[in-house]
């Protein structure tokens, strides 16, 4: 008989692998090529699957079905990495949208340096089949992805047959760039109020640029698109092939098809007012950065496999010259995406425009990489100015013209009248950070009063100092949005603490509407980046009008000349907010008709419906 005793405890593994659909089901069955999706391995992931931060809820309201759960913890699936791939059965769609949703939120993880969470006990609800319709998109108010399905019509020229039942569920671009709206929507949840034409815009490129380079996770889907192009390696031919095949893939890519790899012109900048095109401009630019750094870096073995003649002998590429071309353009794309996505915690909390992303990503790369060894901010910025996209009013693109401003006055969260603990935060912060603790419960209620202790904190000190910030001491109460610190890795292979301050103030002295429910909401705001001994390195304002200028008179120099500075900003911001109001009430047919204002109408689902619709 055996003992009991002494029998190691297995492990659970720390990876779990699952296969996806290599695009879409058309693509990967004419190539018969599926993708391995790398995850981290949930304990006691329920069947849905239902996890931490994901739950997958597949009832398909048009037939008014549930489908079975597929449970990714069951030996026959993961003894197969998971449920191959099928159109017809479910449970593989399941795992699909939740391999793909890991996968995503995990990159943000990476290059935020924090543990990602939804607020509160929320998780993110992702449902398959929720209707039928040649759609998908988030929704904050169910906080889930909804996806569509659909028949293929008569005139589709793609790889499927008349009238076969298409799933939006089954594209792994699609689903990269629903769930990087949910995600950008977590961070920044007044992104959804359109101030501007940049607002959804952002969201529309910042989802198709985390979708677009998803897919450089992989690197033998790239050493496919490298190894069957027959090219000069410097035109690039096979990446730009890569971002064509993710234009059809979403269903959506006409404007962003013809941006991509297109000879830059800013005047289209200029005129494109849809969210799609002007944000197709934007992906565009950062795409030609990445791909000017992808030649640079692969000058040497382009040398190499031509003998310095530059041109390519005949017949197949060396596979080993494709998986080390493969490997830059993967590593390029790495450091680009990441570059973008660290820049998502400089941004304002309100009304961002694409000038805005500009001096976040300039700022946020600054910090941690100074010497921009490779020249990825030099190509970032040159790319975007070719395409008519800078802030406006700077008078060099330089870094130093870039930046964020630092504060007028030295402001520290720690020291004055008003005071933030900043102890409990950075011990948080740490804690969560670690795995293995990160389901640790004990004493959540102590934590949580603790939480709320640090954000009245907070919110005496941005009063304190509501001048320096752009907000208003006379008007509007004052909150904070958002905090947390991230641990960032720099150029010097070191971790760079931050903490990040969302803090708006809603002007309802400066709305308009026939009541408090249909207007359209505006609010100063300002991001707060401090070091962790409290220090405010950058701040990012987004004022109003005061309502007590001639009070500005009192204040001492330089603040004075900051607030006046601050209200003429104001000024300037809100007639801007109003004339983009009357653009879209004036384009708006049922203006006349409706109290509530044209611009509450724009939503996700709206924005992503086909155009025939």
């Not at 795992?95 to 996968?103: E, F, G, L, R």
């Not at 298409?166 to 961070?187: G, K």
């Not at 991509?260 to 950065?289: C, K, L, Y």
Request: glycine fraction near 8%.
């Amino acid at each position: 008989m055996l003992s009991n005793h002494n029998v190691p405890a297995v492990q659970a593994p720390d990876r779990r692998l699952l296969r996806a659909f290599a695009f879409d089901p058309m693509s990967s069955r004419l190539s018969g090529q599926f993708l391995t999706v790398d995850i981290p391995f949930e304990t006691g992931l329920r069947p849905g699957p239902d996890g931490e931060l994901v739950q997958v809820v597949d009832y398909d309201a048009t037939r008014r079905r549930w489908y079975h759960p597929v449970d990714l913890d069951d030996p026959p699936v993961l003894a197969q990495e998971g449920l191959r791939p099928s159109e017809s059965d479910p449970r593989s769609h399941q795992q699909i949208v939740y391999a793909i949703t890991m996968s995503v939120i995990e990159r943000f993880e990476r290059f935020t340096g924090r543990r990602f969470r939804w607020r509160g006990e929320d998780r993110l609800r992702l449902v398959p089949h929720a209707f039928y319709g040649r759609n998908a998109y988030f929704d904050p108010d169910r906080r889930a992805v909804l996806f569509g399905y659909y028949r293929a019509d008569d005139s589709d020229s793609q790889a499927n047959l008349p009238h076969q039942l298409m799933f939006t569920c089954l594209s792994v671009d699609i689903i990269a760039h629903e769930v990087t709206h949910a995600i950008v929507h977590r961070m920044r949840p007044m992104f959804t109020i359109a101030t501007n034409s940049d607002v959804f815009a952002f969201h529309e490129a910042f989802a198709d640029l985390v979708a677009l380079f998803h897919h450089f996770l992989f690197t033998d889907i790239v050493e496919d698109f490298v190894a069957g192009s027959r090219s000069e390696l410097s035109d690039a031919t096979a990446l730009l092939s890569l971002a064509d095949e993710f234009g059809r893939s979403t269903g959506r890519g006409g404007p962003l098809r013809s941006a991509v790899g297109s000879e830059p012109d800013p005047a289209d900048f200029q005129a494109a007012r849809e969210p799609h095109r002007r944000g197709a401009i934007f992906v565009a630019a950062v795409f030609d950065a990445y791909l000017a750094t992808y030649r640079s870096r692969i000058a040497d073995l382009r040398r190499l496999a031509t003998g310095g003649s530059g041109v390519l002998s005949d017949g197949e590429l060396s596979p080993d010259l494709v998986r080390r071309i493969a490997g830059e353009a993967v590593k390029n794309a790495d450091r680009i995406l990441g570059m973008v996505v660290r820049g998502f915690d400089y941004l304002p909390a309100v009304d961002v425009t694409f000038g805005d992303v500009v001096r976040a990503v300039i700022t946020a790369d600054r910090d941690l990489f100074p010497d921009d060894r490779i020249h990825l901010r030099g190509h970032l910025v040159e790319a975007l100015r070719r395409r008519g996209i800078f802030p406006p009013g700077v008078v060099s693109l330089a870094d130093q013209a870039l930046l964020w401003r630092r504060p007028t006055i030295p402001l520290n969260l720690t020291t004055g009248d008003a005071t933030v603990d900043l102890g409990q935060l950075i011990l948080d912060s740490t804690i969560k950070l670690d795995p293995a603790a990160s389901s640790v419960t004990a004493a959540g209620n102590a934590a949580k009063e603790r939480s709320r202790a640090v954000y009245a904190q907070t919110v005496n000190w941005a009063k304190a100092h509501a001048v320096e910030l752009g907000l208003d001491p006379h008007a509007g109460r004052i909150r904070v949005l958002g905090m947390h610190v991230g641990f960032q890795s720099g150029g010097d292979g070191q971790p760079h603490p931050r903490i990040f301050i969302q803090i708006v103030q809603r002007r309802e002295d400066l709305e308009s509407g026939p009541d408090r429910d249909t207007r359209t909401r505006l609010h100063a705001a300002c991001t707060v980046i401090a070091n962790v001994d409290g220090r405010v390195a950058w701040l990012v304002p987004k004022p109003l009008p005061y309502t007590r200028p001639a009070e500005l008179a009192k204040l001492p120099e330089p603040l004075r000349t900051h607030g006046r500075h601050q209200h003429a900003a104001g000024v300037a911001r809100l007639e801007e907010i109003h004339d983009w109001f009357d653009e879209v009430e004036d384009g708006d047919p049922l203006a006349i008709w409706l109290d509530q204002p044209a611009i509450g109408r724009l939503t996700f689902a709206s924005l992503h419906a086909p155009e025939e619709a």
